[in-house]
């Protein structure tokens, strides 16, 4: 198999895997990113998120959180093709064994009500990012869907100190407005959108400002554009709508910080021919006839790449 090389910032698989009925080496129809639906798109990175239902109380989502993380162990990183990164040098082997490189993150912050001690031992798993909050909400701070839409809390700096001290990687995908302005003026280094898409394109709330995107480029961050079909645009959603988004990011100066963040396994409303991991295959090649070899590997592939090599530890 010699696919073009694809990362993808966010699948929410391991979410679906607490189902002990739901393998991930098994063709589960269920599933959009399993084993072989990722090999067969030439995923090479895959971020893995970790989300629970925040209406939950803290406790179960915690326990649900490790639930998650043991699947991605058992399940995923245990394969040989497989490699977990937590460093740099992770990621030197990964490539190095033509391996695909397999990331955690956090999908909302609620599991942590508000500790840094928490946070401090999901790094110690394995986990290099964190999303503040989910559309909800939090002892961190506001989503998106938050009608009062406060920024972030006490302890929502606290944490975001901690993340940066342990240098993980700051999502501002689901924050609310009021919640990125916080994050940008209390930090200086690089933030980054896991999956989102560009408000100016379709005004919706989990889409960025430009003022945000703009920000995120001249912070060396990154922005993975999504294919949740409600972010994308109105009606039915088709593949050269997503391109309308990845025009106007690299219009503002985005070419060297801007990819993909799927959501699959997240999705409720899917893009024609965009509706599982395999999709990338014919959609790798669309961006790279429409884009050019160079500009369209950056955007599949290379921009990730040097994003977790700013980001993660050596
Ligand atoms: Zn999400």
Redesign the pocket.
């Known amino acids: 198999m010699n696919r073009i090389p694809v990362a993808d910032a966010?699948v929410d698989v391991l979410m679906k895997l607490l189902n002990p009925d739901i393998r991930f080496h098994s063709d589960h129809p269920e599933l959009a990113a399993n084993y072989a639906s990722l090999q067969q798109g030439g995923v090479a990175t895959q971020v893995f998120a970790l989300?629970v239902e925040p209406k939950w109380d803290p406790a179960t989502q915690l326990y649900a959180v490790l639930r998650e993380i043991d699947a991605f162990y058992e399940q995923i990183a245990s394969l040989a093709s497989i490699r977990a990164i937590r460093t740099r040098e992770d990621l030197r082997m990964a490539r190095q064994q033509q391996q695909l490189a397999a990331l955690l993150s956090l999908?909302g912050a609620g599991c942590l009500r508000g500790s840094v001690e928490v946070l401090r031992i999901l790094h110690h798993l394995g986990v290099r990012g964190v999303g503040l909050t989910?559309n909800d909400a939090n002892e961190l701070a506001d989503g998106c869907g938050e009608l009062r839409g406060g920024g972030l809390t006490r302890a929502g700096r606290d944490v975001l100190r901690e993340m940066q001290h342990l240098s993980m990687w700051i999502d501002l995908?689901?924050l609310h407005d009021a919640g990125v302005r916080d994050v940008l003026r209390l930090t200086d280094g690089p933030v980054m959108a896991s999956?989102a898409n560009a408000r100016a394109v379709h005004a919706h709330r989990r889409n960025l400002t430009d003022d945000t995107i703009r920000e995120i480029i001249r912070r060396q961050g990154w922005i993975g554009l999504t294919f949740e079909a409600r972010f994308v645009a109105e009606g039915q959603v088709r593949i050269d709508d997503v391109f309308r988004h990845l025009d106007h990011i690299l219009e503002l100066g985005g070419q060297h910080h801007v990819g993909f963040g799927s959501?699959f396994d997240?999705t409720s409303n899917d893009i024609v021919g965009l509706t599982a991991s395999r999709d990338y295959a014919p959609f790798a090649q669309q961006v790279l006839d429409r884009y050019g070899r160079e500009l369209g590997s950056a955007v599949l592939f290379g921009n990730f790449e040097a994003f977790l090599q700013r980001q993660l530890p050596p």
Do not use: L, M
């Open positions: 966010h989300f999908e989910w995908a689901h999956h959501d997240g």
